[in-house]
């Protein structure tokens, strides 16, 4: 029996040493990223920007500061960082401190708050100010395999509004990008013209022209051009 309960717990130890390794070493952030990810109102990320301090910078680790404040997940401090359109929305964001299994290894950054942002109004900010939510990831997954992945998000208006807009988006609904390129409209104008083609190929069964009119005659009477030229007097 104790040889049984000190197999499993090295069986354990040895899958806990495992997954820290998966996760990688710690992280020593900068001053701006301790202060963007332990911000507690907007007051402290207004003073940044009122001193002008560099908020775009490339992290050594830890993720850069729209990340953070993605994680924090406090509206009002996104809301200022935001507002300052001081930092890129549209960038690839790395995402080998907090890794998503399935995803590459750098996603748009819509995505990662998809993922992580513990609150709706985070990603509505986002939206809001520009991010593309639209196209999808280097390995081909929309927005929504993220949103579906957040306990917080999923099944929610906001997924429903995202799917309604990539049902119309022509980068990743076929059908839709066939109707904007004219296919299916192209289609039925070349059906039309069929059928207007044979509308104006059908004529009177007996016609003679005059060199100016054509005139019309039953079948059992000719038109006799001595005969119909007579005026009767």
Known sequence: MRKILLASLCGLTLFAGNALAAKGKECSYSPLQQLI????????????IN????????????????QLAILRGNPEVMRVLLEADMLSLNDKVSIVDYPIPGAP??????????YYSPRAD???LLIDAGA???GTDDRGETILWYLNQNPVLM???LVDDLTNRLLMDPSVNGAQENVKKGKFIKNNKKSDKSDKDKKEKKEPVNAVSSGFDVIETEPDNAYNPQRDSQIDL
């Open 155 to 157: 099944n929610t208006q």
């Open 37 to 48: 990810r332990n911000a507690r109102d907007a007051s402290e990320i207004s003073e940044l």
């Open 122 to 124: 985070i990603m509505s």
């Open 105 to 114: 290894k750098e996603i748009p950054l819509a995505f990662f708050a998809a």
């Open 51 to 66: 001193n002008q301090v560099n908020l775009n910078i490339k992290p050594r680790c830890g993720g850069n500061v729209l």
């Open 132 to 134: 593309n939510v639209m």
